[in-house]
């Protein structure tokens, strides 16, 4: 009983030291931003590296989970004589739910995974010792650039899961299924809001960002440096960063759609 | 009379500390949880002189490099650098410390990401606002005392383990430093690389007039370039000299760690519990 009572103790003083150390170094991070304005030519090599090499998962998923939206939807309204709306169904469940989440999700798998393991491997072989002993802090040079160019491309990336997902709902609704473009678009331009969806889908994917961003560097910079450790530390920011954006977006919509 | 008074001051003050040894460690205690990795030692290294640390695997000696260099915090005693206490140094003025000094590390530890041209270019981009012309006069410059100015395009992931060093070396003294630490130049290279790499230290030392603390256990490489030698072990300094003083010294520790004898007051076996009883427990 007192064995497990200390494990308990030990546990949680660790989980409190890394919620410390993760607050500290996010605010060493935040420190280093204004810093960047003019070497901002490091956020954009970042952006390529976290956005653009991230565009094919996040294009093709958005297309096949548009074009299930679109099937099941069909088949759900189309029971209730309303399959007319196919279009407003797709768009919502996209802009407000689907586009930033899953697209936060695909986010920690491939380019959350990728930061963790490029600064975690840069700590095992001591580059960023090196970088400090130069006089060079690892922190603003390395840390802050991959941090903002991870929040920049969240939303972007987030904003193009959804838009090709409505083109896949479009192609099955409307290409396959028959359902009448005009009312597609019409009723999508009609009930789609600016601010109550797609403003409340930004905010949500730039949280979403900024969660899975820190969570990934801050595992990349504290990872143990050995081989061991930087594997344990990716698969952290994959299952941690996951788990914080489903967290995050039951909270946010509780926020956001709670009074609709 | 007053400017003339304070010119003299300040030079008398710069003088004095000329005469000063570069790195003065007193009383100097770290541990790592209850392992005492150096207990109480004295160390000076003087200026414009190669200060060769040795000692076996495992006594601390790139410890002692990353204390000089402020990565770590002893915590008891002194490390004063060019007079400056390190340990107290606040995060701006250590790092305006640290334009002033080098450390090679073991690795190399060479951005993977850039080529050899911008590996070196990057302590001068970081620090200088000299325009790319000038700054890649200075990087071929560098990469030419280090006898790799050919390799200025190969990506770190093409480079040999001693051209990786020779690099590293190159992007070390990139900014003129007062001081480089080198940590195990030595360790892996085959005999053609080491003796490069020997020579390149000592002609780099004086022809740059840098002070040098070399950590290794390579024994012949160290005495054959090293101006003093400490020998540590056990958290200890056990002798310190000039080479010759250290190859003529009488004590057995030495005796073993220079000549490789298998067993000594260094015992081959790591403390354990007793061998009969663990077997048996």
Known sequence: ?260 | MGVINNISKNNNKDHKMQQEPIVKIRGLRYARGDHAIFNDIDIDIERGKITAIMGPSGTGKTTLLRLIGGQLKPQAGSILVDGENISRLRHKELYQLRKRISLLFQNGALFTDINVYDNVAFPLREHTRLPESLIRSLVLMKLESVGLRGAIELMPSELSGGMARRVALARAIALDPMMVLYDEPFTGQDPITMGVLVALLRTLNENLRLTSILVSHDVQECLAIADYVYLISGGKVIEHGTPEAINSSQSEWVNQFLQGEEDGPVSFHYRAPDFSQQLLS
């Open chain 1, 1 to 260: 009983m007192l064995t497990l009572l200390q494990q308990t103790g030990i546990r949680t003083l660790s989980v409190l030291d890394r919620i410390g150390r993760g607050t500290i170094f996010l605010l060493n991070i935040l420190q280093g931003i204004p810093g960047l304005l003019p070497r901002f030519g490091l956020v954009i090599q970042q952006l390529y590296a976290t956005g653009v090499l991230s565009l094919v998962i996040i294009l093709v998923a958005g297309l096949f989970v548009g074009m299930v939206l679109g099937l099941q939807g069909y088949y759900t309204l189309v029971t209730y004589g309303a399959a007319e709306s196919l279009g407003i169904f797709v768009a919502l469940t996209l802009v407000r739910e689907l586009g930033p989440v899953v697209a936060a999700l695909l986010f920690a798998g491939r380019a959350g995974s990728a930061l963790t393991a490029e600064i975690g491997l840069m700590k095992a072989t001591e580059q960023l010792s090196a970088m400090e002993m130069m006089a060079v802090d690892p922190i603003r040079r390395v840390i802050a650039p991959r941090f903002l160019a991870g929040i920049l491309a969240m939303p972007l990336l987030a904003a193009m899961f959804s838009a090709v997902g409505i083109l896949g709902g479009y192609f099955v609704g409307v290409g396959l299924l028959g359902v009448d473009e005009g009312t597609f678009w019409s009723q999508l331009v009609a009930k789609v809001d600016f601010y109550d969806d797609i403003v409340n889908g930004v905010i949500k994917s730039l949280v979403f960002g900024v969660a899975v961003t820190w969570i990934a560097v801050f595992e990349g910079y504290d990872t143990v440096p050995t081989s061991e450790g930087v594997s344990l530390s990716t698969t952290k920011t994959v299952v941690h960063g996951s788990l914080a954006v489903l967290g995050l977006d039951f909270v946010l919509t509780a926020l956001m759609f709670g009074d609709d």
